[in-house]
């Protein structure tokens, strides 16, 4: 007799030695850089902070080689879902997130710095999508403290 198995489960991925290690965050001194930005569509000083945000990273030894704003909430749909990310995975939409890698490779920088706190799964996703180390600069502060 058969059993009835569940179509929608799914392997449980557990931490292993299979599984690769959490990027290291690298030094960001001397350093390329892309500066990636999460807004709201009614955020009116985006580019002072994003300026803020390169400032901080120029004193630390850093260059900014770019800078990517990703907009939530332009529309009156968009505002209501203001607090939840494009995607749980990168918290970008995809196409922003092609943009993103696409500039991190035209101008070959060595990281991608996230104005807003990465989880470490989603530090593993975007390294692994956007082909260099996606670091939060908040977590990056705390570490260099």
């Not at 001194?29 to 892309?34: K, L, S, T, W």
């Amino acid at each position: 007799m058969q059993q009835n198995r569940r179509r929608d489960r799914r392997p449980v991925r557990r931490a292993g030695p299979d599984r690769e290690p959490s990027p290291a965050a690298p030094a960001l001194e001397g350093a390329d850089v892309v500066l990636v930005g999460f807004f709201s569509g009614r955020q009116k000083d985006v580019a002072s902070v994003m300026d803020a945000a390169a400032d901080e990273l120029s004193r630390r030894g850093a260059r900014v080689v770019g800078r990517v704003v990703q907009r939530r909430g332009v529309s009156a749909g968009g505002a209501a879902q203001m607090s939840l990310p494009y995607s749980s995975r990168t918290l970008l939409s995809y196409g922003k997130v092609h943009e993103t890698a696409a500039l991190c490779a035209r101008t070959r920088a060595e990281a991608a710095v996230f104005l807003w706190s990465l989880t470490e799964r989603q530090c593993r996703v975007l390294t692994r999508m956007l082909g260099v180390p996606a670091v939060s600069l908040d977590t990056d502060t705390d570490e260099a403290a």
